[in-house]
């Protein structure tokens, strides 16, 4: 079956450092990768999409990538601040022809001053 | 618009009771979710719509659970009977037409059975 694997322990990191998370999946290709941020008791948030022939996507201080061989998208935050901290969610989208994303488990990303 | 509404943001219930739960989703858009959250996972999938037709619901869903969405406006989700198991965040999301959009998420109903 599908499967969305990230990392499912706690990333600590001091402020200003990069921080990257890592989301693999199995067993089937999709053709676009999206990443959410999700705040304690919040729903979670778009912040980017990959494509299968992009590989790489920037938005501001975030850069994704996205690796077919491997099955393996990165998740990049450059510069990271406290306000950076959250859990973010690796959501490729079903094989099923109309967007319903598959989640994974998150990565809580914890920004230390 | 304000984005993706969901009533009631906490729900307390005892064991055996029927609860219902109220999606609003963006105006313009056709495809509406409902997803199932417990502590330290990811949203797990339980019901998509287009419009008002309900194309696909997980079988995780047992039988107590019900969903529709009447006009293909807002959405509401039943679940009868309820069980301690229950207890989780429900959200809902919707998004446009179209292979690959962005799913915008309400606030979510934290339901607690007790």
């Known amino acids: 079956s599908q499967k969305i694997e990230q990392n499912s322990e706690a990333l600590n990191i001091q402020e200003g450092k990069t921080a990257t998370l890592t989301c693999n999946y199995t067993n089937y290709s999709p053709a676009y990768l999206q990443w959410y941020r999700q705040d304690p008791g919040r729903g979670p948030v778009f912040l980017l999409l990959i494509r299968e022939n992009e590989k790489e996507k920037r938005k501001e201080r975030l850069k994704v990538t996205f690796d077919t061989t491997l099955k393996q998208s990165l998740f990049h935050i450059t510069a990271s601040q406290p306000a950076d901290s959250a859990t973010y969610l690796c959501a490729p989208p079903f094989s099923g022809g109309y967007n319903k994303l598959i989640f994974g488990a998150g990565t809580r990303l914890a920004v230390h001053p | 618009d304000t984005g993706v509404s969901q009533d009631p943001r906490h729900k307390i219930t005892k064991r055996g009771q029927n609860v219902t739960f109220r999606c609003d989703p963006i105006s313009e858009h056709n495809r509406l979710y409902w997803y199932r959250q417990t502590l330290g996972q990811g949203p797990e999938f339980l019901t998509y719509f287009q419009n008002e037709a309900q194309l696909e619901k997980s079988r995780l869903l047992s039988d107590r659970f019900s969903a529709e969405r009447p006009k293909g406006s807002f959405s509401t989700l039943e679940i009868q009977r309820t069980e301690q198991g229950d207890s989780a965040m429900y959200l809902c999301?919707?998004?446009?037409?179209?292979?690959?959009?962005?799913?915008?998420f309400g606030q979510g109903t934290r339901l607690t059975v007790v």
């Open positions: 999301a919707s998004s446009g037409q179209g292979g690959q959009t962005e799913a915008f």
